[in-house]
């Protein structure tokens, strides 16, 4: 059964780091490229973060670039979300995701979900 478990959030004061881990069963990890995405309250769900199977091509949303890192341990089925220099505006629900068809910054284009963590920083 493709399963994604997010884990990690919690509440941070502005500048501080969280890193949030997503646990994947094998099916929904081997051979595809990994997103992060996140949903504050009354909006869109939008793009973080992607890395592809190997972990060596990685994009990020311009809001987060400098601040985040995505990466992947694929002999644990487990992608991270390292975040630094945190901002109120980076409270939302934060959700990882799996893609057959490779990188994308579209969540359309992600065919399994996890159920998401909250992250909420305070200022």
């Known amino acids: 059964q493709a399963q994604l478990v997010e884990s990690g959030g919690g509440l941070v004061q502005a500048g501080g780091s969280l890193k949030l881990s997503c646990l994947a069963s094998?099916?929904?990890?081997?051979?595809?490229?990994m997103g992060w995405f996140r949903q504050a309250p009354g909006k869109e769900r939008e793009f973080v973060a992607t890395?592809?199977?190997?972990?060596?091509?990685?994009d990020y949303t311009d809001s987060v670039k400098g601040r985040v890192t995505i990466s992947r341990d694929n002999a644990k089925n487990t992608v991270y979300l390292q975040m630094i220099s945190l901002k109120p505006e980076d409270s939302a629900v934060y959700y990882c995701?799996?893609?057959?068809?490779?990188?994308?910054?579209?969540?359309?284009?992600?065919?399994?979900w996890g159920q998401g963590t909250q992250v909420t920083v305070s200022s």
């Open positions: 995701a799996a893609s057959r068809s490779g990188m994308s910054t579209r969540p359309v284009s992600y065919e399994y």
């Open positions: 094998a099916r929904t990890f081997a051979g595809h490229a």
């Open positions: 890395i592809n199977w190997s972990g060596d091509y990685k």
